[in-house]
């Protein structure tokens, strides 16, 4: 099983429409969770660190459920520019990580 | 926000030839960086994680003689690709983590081997 898995997808969605979407992981002494958004041919970029409260930001919501261990990424009045794919970063310890192999969300017109 | 620079962002060469990436976290001190591959429409794929003052921890399958790693500093770690082949042209990208723990990565550096 790999340490860290999502839904490859892709998702696709109306503009406006709201997308949600998981990343299992396996290690349940994992200490930090961060979602990441890379754009073709781009370097991933923080979206937003998952806190176990679960965060908002703007549109997006994530949240952490670690009975179950699995984080979530929920994207509500989808953009256009939201099109991307959306990385689950797992931090076990300082010196070890992991990663899923992303989520394409493509949203259309 | 905290920044990591890659230097070069691009990179041409001709197979045989060794090509250095270097990898600077600009405002803060990063004792672990990590370094990644990516071919196109693939997932990213860690490829080993950088130690400073110390000798890297490369991933299952990655040739730690062909994909040479240092760390000499707090700021700065250097990837290098000894005799590239074509097979090796790939978007390579690092990262450090952050003071709150966050990864800040690279620009990335695309490697195209001829």
């Known amino acids: 099983r790999k340490e860290v898995e999502q839904d490859p997808g892709p998702f696709n969605v109306p503009e406006g429409a709201t997308v949600a979407f998981n990343c299992t992981y396996s290690?349940?002494?994992?200490?930090?969770f961060f979602w990441y958004r890379q754009d073709c041919r781009k370097e991933p970029k923080l979206l937003m660190s998952?806190?176990?409260s679960g965060n908002e930001d703007g549109r997006f919501t994530a949240q952490l459920n670690r009975a179950s261990q699995y984080i979530s990424l929920l994207i509500r009045d989808s953009k256009l520019s939201d099109s991307a794919t959306y990385l689950c970063?797992?931090?076990?310890?300082?010196?070890?990580?992991?990663f899923g192999a992303g989520t394409t969300v493509t949203v259309r017109a | 926000g905290a920044v990591v620079s890659q230097h070069p962002s691009w990179v041409i060469c001709k197979s045989g030839t060794s090509v250095k990436i270097e990898c600077r976290s600009l405002?803060?001190?990063?004792?672990?960086m990590f370094w990644y591959r990516q071919f196109p429409k693939q997932s990213l794929m860690l490829m080993a994680t950088?130690?400073?003052?110390?000798?890297?921890?490369?991933e299952q399958g990655v040739e730690k003689d062909k994909f040479l790693i240092n760390h000499a500093s707090l700021t700065l770690s250097t990837l290098t690709v000894t005799s590239a082949h074509p097979e090796d042209s790939s978007f390579y990208i690092c990262?450090?983590?952050?003071?709150?723990?966050?990864?800040?990565f690279g620009e990335g550096s695309r490697l195209t081997v001829l």
């Open positions: 990262s450090a983590r952050g003071l709150s723990g966050e990864l800040f």
């Open positions: 290690n349940s002494a994992s200490q930090s």
């Open positions: 998952v806190y176990s």
């Open positions: 970063v797992v931090i076990f310890n300082d010196y070890k990580l992991s």
């Open positions: 405002d803060f001190q990063a004792t672990t």
């Open positions: 950088s130690n400073e003052g110390s000798k890297a921890t490369y």
